[in-house]
Every structure is written in C-alpha cells, then in structure tokens.
C-alpha cells in the first residue's frame, strides 16, 4: 500500500485522523477492501441507528429507554442521547410537532417521517452545537432515503417553522448553518 501523506491530525481517534476497516472508529466494516477512512463515527451514521432504534421501539411498543436497557452493545454516544432525548422529550416534542405539521395528526403521520421529525426537534431543541441547517438537512436526507421523495418537503416545511420558533435566527457570518 502507498504512502498516504498526513494532512491534520494523524493519532489514531483525533478527529479526522485515517484507520484501516476494523479499527476503532473506523466507518467501515471489518472485510472492507483497505481503504482508510475517517476515525471519527458520523452523526449521519449516529442518526440513522437512532432511527432505526426509535421505529423499533415504536414498534415494539416500548419507551426508547427500555429498548436501550434491552440491547446487547451499547450505541454510540450520539446515538444514545438521540434515542434517550427523543424519549425524555416526546410530550414537548409531539405538542410542538402537532402545531407546526398542519392537517396532520401524529398518527397519520407514516412511522419514519414522525420519527425523523421527533429526531429533528430534539435536536432543534437541544442540542444548540448542531446548526439548524444541518438538522434540517440531515432530516431531509433520512426521510428521503427510507421515506419518500414527497416526505422530504413535508419534513422541511415542519422542522423550518420549529426551528423558527425555537432557535433564533444563526449569523452567517458565524459559520453555522
């Protein structure tokens, strides 16, 4: 294998850093071809487990606490805080959700949209290091995927008019968003 000179961090879990498939932090799994890859877990992959998490505890009707009392590993961190915080936060965020998704009933709601959206809100309503832009995009991008194309613009027209009554207006000049 070729050199790969060092750009940024290069101790193996800095943020960035390169790892080969199967070491901690990798991104991909073991068996890969041995592409490097970055050594820090994505909040892409985080949400998408948390939404798999959530539509299982849903379907299992269960709290998502007790879903993650019951698996066997550990999620990740970011993983964790979303499927707990969606939990701990439902009432707030199904009252919000119900105010700004007009005509639709949380019920009517098909399961992946109405989860993404709890995802989305927790993350609008705490966690202020996320960008609003990033929220909704990342939102956007899981309804897309396992949802339908349609879902995308139902999802963003919801979380826009949560977040614009729940954050305040980001400065662009700031970097976020």
């Known amino acids: 294998m070729a050199d790969v000179a060092a750009v940024g961090p290069t101790k193996p879990g800095d943020p960035g850093a ?3 498939p199967g070491d901690p932090g990798a991104l991909t799994k073991p068996g890969d071809p041995g592409a490097l890859t970055p050594a820090f877990g994505s909040r892409r992959e985080a949400r ?3 939404l798999s998490l959530l539509y299982e505890a849903d379907a299992k009707d269960i709290t998502p606490a007790a879903l993650l009392a019951e698996i066997p590993v ?3 961190a970011y993983t964790a805080s979303i ?3 969606v939990g701990d936060q ?3 965020i199904d009252e919000l959700i119900e105010r700004f998704a007009i005509d639709w009933t949380l019920d009517r709601m ?4 109405r989860t993404v ?3 989305a809100t927790f993350e609008l309503l705490c966690r202020p290091d996320v960008p609003t832009g990033v929220v909704i995009s990342e939102a956007v991008e899981l309804v897309k995927r396992y949802s339908t194309e349609e879902s995308g613009r139902f999802v963003n027209g919801v979380l826009a008019s949560i977040a614009t009554a729940t954050r305040a207006p980001e400065d662009p000049a700031s970097g976020a968003g």
């Open 18 to 20: 390169l790892t080969k």
């Open 48 to 50: 998408e487990r948390a």
């Open 74 to 76: 550990a999620p990740a």
């Open 83 to 85: 499927v707990a915080g």
């Open 90 to 92: 439902q009432q707030q």
């Open 110 to 113: 098909p399961v992946i949209d």
């Open 117 to 119: 959206v709890r995802m």
